[in-house]
C-alpha cells in the first residue's frame, strides 16, 4: 500500500461511521448467516455422543448413564459442527446474543428428559 492510499483511506475513516459496534451496549445485528450460541432440545436428545465427536473445541461433553449434556460456552468457537451432525436435530442455534460475562463460567450441565418409547408388542394378530 502506498503512502497515498495509505493517508486516504486514514481520511476516509475519518468521515465514516466505525465498522464496529459497541456491543454489548448496542445490540448485535442479526443476518440469516449470524450464529449465536448452542441450544439443545433435552427432550429430543438421545445421548448418541455424536456431538461431542465432531466437536473441534471439546466444548461439548455427554454422558449417557448420567443422562446429562454440558457445554463449556467458552471453548466453543460456534462452528455450528454439533448442530449439522445432530441426527435428531435437537441442537440449533439461538442468534439472540447471551449477555457479556463478567465471570468465569463452569460448564453449562443440562439434564436429557428423552426416554426410549417401548418396543411395540407383537402379538398372534400383529404376525398376521
Ligand atoms: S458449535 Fe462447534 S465448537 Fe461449538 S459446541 Fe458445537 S461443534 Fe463445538
Ligand atoms: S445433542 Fe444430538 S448429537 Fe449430541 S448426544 Fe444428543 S442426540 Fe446425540
Redesign the pocket.
Known amino acids: 500500500m502506498g503512502v497515498f492510499e495509505m493517508v486516504g483511506t486514514v481520511v476516509r475513516s475519518v468521515f465514516r461511521k466505525p465498522a464496529t459496534l459497541m456491543y454489548p451496549v448496542k445490540t448485535a445485528k442479526i443476518t440469516p448467516l449470524s450464529?449465536g450460541h448452542?441450544v439443545i432440545d433435552v427432550s429430543r436428545c438421545i445421548s448418541c455422543r455424536i456431538?461431542q465427536k465432531?466437536?473441534?473445541?471439546?466444548?461439548?461433553w455427554v454422558e449417557p448413564k448420567e443422562k446429562t449434556w454440558q457445554?463449556n460456552r467458552l471453548?466453543?468457537?460456534?462452528?455450528?459442527?454439533?448442530?449439522e451432525t445432530c441426527p435428531v436435530k435437537c441442537?440449533t442455534?439461538d442468534t439472540h446474543y447471551i449477555p457479556s460475562v463478567t465471570v468465569r463460567p463452569g460448564a453449562e450441565l443440562f439434564h436429557i428428559t428423552y426416554v426410549k418409547p417401548p418396543k411395540p408388542e407383537i402379538t398372534a394378530e400383529s404376525k398376521d
Open positions: 450464529r448452542v456431538c465432531k466437536c473441534p473445541s471439546q466444548a461439548i457445554i471453548r466453543c468457537n460456534v462452528c455450528n459442527s454439533c448442530v441442537l442455534m
